[in-house]
């Protein structure tokens, strides 16, 4: 008998986090290509102020391109090209 004890517990506690991991790891319905649309439109920007909203928006574009010119240069100096 406990060895069934301790194959049902077990069988619930995988259970338990197969649905926590399922849970945590649902986008919502969104894709990726509609989150990130989402995010550089600033859709989480106060509505009622457009300077937040452009600020926002040219900040995160900002980020962009400094985070690729950062890739730009860490491949340029990991491979010897400059």
Do not use: C, Y
């Given at each position: 008998?406990?060895?069934?004890?301790?194959?049902?517990?077990?069988?619930?506690?995988?259970?338990?986090?197969?649905?926590?991991?399922?849970?945590?790891?649902?986008?919502?319905?969104?894709?990726?290509?509609?989150?990130?649309?989402?995010?550089?439109?600033?859709?989480?920007?106060?509505?009622?102020?457009?300077?937040?909203?452009w600020?926002?928006?040219?900040?995160?574009?900002?980020?962009?391109?400094?985070?690729i010119?950062?890739?730009?240069?860490?491949?340029?100096?990991?491979?010897?090209?400059?």
């Amino acid at each position: 008998m406990p060895e069934q004890d301790n194959k049902r517990e077990s069988g619930t506690e995988s259970r338990r986090i197969l649905d926590r991991v399922n849970h945590e790891t649902a986008s919502g319905g969104l894709s990726v290509i509609e989150r990130t649309k989402g995010h550089f439109s600033a859709e989480d920007a106060d509505a009622a102020d457009p300077i937040e909203i452009w600020g926002t928006r040219i900040g995160r574009f900002l980020g962009l391109l400094v985070l690729i010119a950062m890739f730009i240069w860490f491949l340029s100096s990991f491979f010897g090209m400059a």
